[in-house]
């Protein structure tokens, strides 16, 4: 792990250092159960209401849910199926909407690979790669052994994945009966958490650079090109962030 | 559209999602951790999720599109002033962001 993006500290109240697998695995699972639950749940609640809105069953919902569990290509899914698009314009739209989870599954899965995993593993965690779990594991890694970042991951994600499912069915069944408002407040939950998650701990240089860079560019480039902002938004920052890390590294050291 | 399209947009939708999961195992056997490669894929998803909370903040598409801009952004205020009063307690800063921002919105 030599590399400069390691650096940043656990965030505060990360005091375990679990010393095993199962104690890594019971770590994660307490992890999920509090904020991550509440705000995934809340956005699987709004989900389960819009499947029910669409005129969608409760079993699209959940299978929907517990295959995709990944809400953005989710709700293209089920927005673009009830316009009536076809099979090829659906699969183009959600796997567009979905590709942020390459380069989360690229940056995740070499810090929890370890010689003693069976391989089947690691193909199984990648359907677990969804923003909550990787920024955790981000956060978590320097205070987790290699070896247990895994088992730390299987707790946390495989937790949130059944609060999602069972929030995908509440959500379902409360659909036009919560006023409107609280809809729009749960909903709002998401960004909220992702914007206090970043604030947390203060990020190693690069890091910052990037989450500041993407901020200005995100809004910006998705006025540019809506389908394509997103991605060109992380290609962009991200790349700028890591030159200028690079560039102030080497003033520092040569 | 006839009864087979439900399973076939699921299966659709869920081939398309794991695509993006499973090309990163993939990929990232062949990735070095310690390497400048990996460390600049790090930095771009930083970067992707950062303009991804602040469109969400700023520019929302669907039902949050609803709420106003100075809403939205009083509320995101709320929750992190709430969150540092609190010694950053992540529950208690979202907590009070939703609740502004349904005042806000009724």
């Known amino acids: 792990m030599g590399t400069d993006d390691t650096r940043s500290e656990p965030a505060s109240g990360a005091r375990a250092n679990p010393v095993d697998a199962v104690a890594s695995f019971r ?11 509440i705000i995934m749940g809340a956005s699987f609640v709004g989900f389960g209401s819009l499947v029910r809105e669409s005129g969608l069953s409760l079993s699209f919902g959940l299978v929907s849910s517990a295959t995709g569990w990944a809400l953005p290509g989710q709700l293209a899914l089920v927005e673009l199926y ?9 699969t183009l739209a959600v796997a567009l909407a979905n590709a942020r989870l390459l380069p989360m599954s690229i940056s995740a899965l070499p810090l929890m690979r370890h010689p003693r995993h069976p391989r089947i593993l690691y193909w199984i965690a990648a359907h677990f790669i969804a923003a909550t779990g990787w920024a955790l594991l981000m956060q978590r890694a320097s205070i987790l052994r290699q070896e247990h970042r895994l088992a730390y991951y299987f707790g946390l994600t495989l937790t949130l994945w059944v609060v999602s499912l069972l929030c995908t069915a509440v959500g379902w069944e409360l659909a036009g009966r919560v006023p409107r408002t609280v809809t729009l407040g ?23 650079l990037a989450l500041g860079f993407g901020a200005a560019l995100g809004p910006l480039l998705h006025l540019a090109t809506p389908d394509w902002g997103l991605l060109l938004c992380g290609l962009v920052a ?12 080497r003033g520092r050291h040569g | ?42 930095l771009v998803t930083y ?14 598409i669907g039902p949050l599109a609803e709420t106003g801009l100075l809403a939205r952004l009083v ?21 009070a962001g939703a609740i502004a921002l349904i005042a806000l919105a009724s």
């Open chain 1, 27 to 37: 770590f994660g699972m307490r992890e999920a159960v509090g904020p991550p639950a």
């Open chain 1, 82 to 90: 009830g316009t009536g698009a076809g099979l090829l314009a659906i």
């Open chain 1, 186 to 208: 749960l909903v709002f939950l998401n960004p909220l958490y992702f914007l206090l998650l970043f604030l947390i701990d203060t990020p190693a240089r690069g890091r910052l």
């Open chain 1, 238 to 249: 991200g790349t700028l962030a890591f030159a200028l890390d690079r560039a102030a590294q």
């Open chain 2, 1 to 42: 559209m006839g009864d087979w399209t439900v399973p076939a947009v699921l299966a659709a939708g869920a081939a398309a999602t794991y695509a993006s999961r499973g090309l990163g195992v993939l990929l990232s056997g062949r990735i070095d951790p310690a390497s400048g490669l990996f460390a600049w894929i790090g």
């Open chain 2, 47 to 60: 970067a992707l999720l950062a303009g991804l909370v602040a469109r969400m903040i700023l520019l929302p």
């Open chain 2, 75 to 95: 509320a995101a205020a709320v929750a992190a002033a709430l969150f540092y009063l609190t010694r950053r307690n992540l529950l208690v800063g979202v907590t």
